[in-house]
């Protein structure tokens, strides 16, 4: 009985979560005649025209080049300058470190709309307005208080002991992090990293406002300004959805397994 | 190998002192024992010798060179831990070949200077084997392998037997003793466990609030307790501390105690020297209970409302809420302080 409350509640939430991306997937494939109308519910035929239509009448390829190469810079960027942090705060125990981590959830707490004017104005004068760079910069910089406070947990995890016997057998500081405690919070980097990454591709406010061209534009913005002037064109932004949507899942299921054992971190035991 | 200097080191945490001037010097060779309550920030005296404390105030010295400020990696200083502190992703081999590798140690060398110190700590069969799939003494085991595989000029050991049961602890514990005498590496050992600190140590500190109170070899430490707190602590079970005042009929202690003011003086026996008879001489007590301990019994009484354990003496039938008589020899007594708790030399 137990069991079955169990299954029942998982398949509402699975059918909660899942219904917007199935009805996504059944638009995208649905001929352009059945598109405003309901019924039918299932497609009388499936047609492939929306996905063709996204990548012959717009450089969508680009946009998704765009996407990846944004969100990759970004996700190591945060997790490279973000793990040292962590390390830091987490076992060198520099004085005001308390302060500095309220800090750093403080930071994270700052609504983007708030940020979005300053940013265009400096993106301009650094000439970073529409450019990958410039998009790379401003998200590593919002991913960062998040992946600090995220790994400075898992750091906090492996024991002090282990810190000290690294550096007594011969480590510096930074020998010390790389080889024993980078190693032990890696699950930890992998969960940080995907969380990141998925933040970079999704986000959508900094990608319309600071880029201008297909240069620099990203996947949901293209989708954003897919719409014509005398139309929307539910079909295609279904099937850019998708397409957009397809390399998250993909890579969580890729580290579907480490991204656990990076949320159990804290039982690493010596 | 080296000496340890302490030149009046100073440590505190906020409100906690964990040394307060401390001085003291540790020969080369020594197997010397920090002996003190839980909590009272020995780790900490440890963690100042490998460099990641630093201290408020004084010298530390490791072969006769000031080492405040030098690196833990520059320190050739080796530990062990109560937590065993192994490198869980990596496996046993690499465990033990960690600080040989850092510092250049490659290829058939370091594989032969692996697999010798394996073969000596009985780990053969487990260079393969990650710290996870281990027992708790095999991992204490290529802990003290790891710590001495680069033969450091100091060895320091934070409580490696806490975690062990008690049959293991044993085990451990005359391995650590072998592996000392036959290498000969200073060694600066931290424990609460005052039997650990009897059966290991030249010489041991006994610490408290970050002085020492107490500085020598076991044996004097438990023949000559500089206080009471010494005398209570360093001996199992321990000392019976009882106001001088009790022993009014007692012509022996009395003639010990000559000139003092009985109300001044504490008198300690270890429940060894006491002996619980039916009848005879001696202090007149009440059986509160009786504590059998294989080849000794231990008998709890009262005396003029003082807790006391003594020894059951062989021919002796108590039973708990009876009459017994405890006697000791007056030589065996340690004469106390009343006031500063220090001990009475006479």
Known sequence: ?270 | MASIAFERVSKRFGPAVVAAGLSLEIADGEFFVFLGPSGCGKSTLLHMLAGIETPDEGTLRIGGADVVGVPPQRRDIAMVFQSYALYPHLDVFENLAFPLRNRGLGGSALRAEVTRMAATLGLDGLLVKKPGELSGGQRQRVALGRALIRRPVAFLMDEPLSNLDAALRLEIREEIKRVHQSHRITTVYVTHDQEEAMALADRIAVLREGRIVQCDAPEAIHARPADTFVARFVGTPPMNLVPAALFARDAALLARLEGRDRGSVTVGVRPHDLEARTQGNGLEARVVLLEPAGSITWVVAEVGGVRLKARLAADARLTPGGAARLAFRAEAAHLFDATSRRRIER
């Not at chain 1, 450089?59 to 190469?69: I, M, V």
């Not at chain 1, 470190?97 to 609504?111: E, I, K, Y």
């Not at chain 1, 534009?217 to 099937?239: K, N, Q, S, Y």
């Open chain 1, 1 to 270: 009985m137990k069991r079955l409350g169990a299954w029942v509640g998982l398949a509402a939430v699975c059918a909660w979560s899942l219904a917007p991306f199935a009805w996504q997937l059944l638009t995208s494939v649905k001929p352009a005649a059945e598109l405003e109308a309901l019924p039918p519910l299932l497609p009388s035929a499936i047609t492939l025209a929306h996905y063709e239509a996204i990548f012959a009448g717009h450089p969508f390829a680009r946009l998704l080049a765009n996407s990846f190469a944004v969100s990759a810079l970004a996700t190591l960027l945060a997790l490279g300058f973000g793990s040292l942090a962590a390390f830091a705060l987490a076992k060198l125990r520099p004085p005001g470190r308390a302060v500095t981590l309220a800090a750093v959830v403080a930071l994270s707490m700052l609504p983007p709309v708030a940020t979005v004017s300053p940013l265009f104005l400096l993106a301009g004068a650094a000439g970073l307005r529409d450019t990958l760079a410039g998009l790379v910069l401003v998200y590593s910089g919002f991913a960062l208080p998040l992946a600090v406070w995220l790994m400075a947990q898992f750091f906090r995890g492996v024991p002090d002991e282990l810190y000290i016997a690294a550096r007594l057998d011969g480590c510096s500081a930074a020998g010390a992090f790389a080889k024993v405690m980078l190693p032990l919070a890696a699950p930890g980097l992998t969960a940080t990293g995907l969380l990141v990454f998925v933040f970079c591709w999704n986000e959508f406010l900094y990608a319309l406002t600071l880029t201008s061209s297909v240069a620099a534009r990203t996947v949901p913005v293209g989708i954003a300004l897919f719409p014509g002037i005398h139309e929307v064109p539910w079909g295609e932004i279904a099937a850019g959805s998708v397409v957009a949507t397809a390399p998250l899942v993909l890579l969580a299921i890729a580290f579907q397994r480490r991204v656990l054992a990076g949320l159990t971190a804290g039982a690493v035991k010596g």
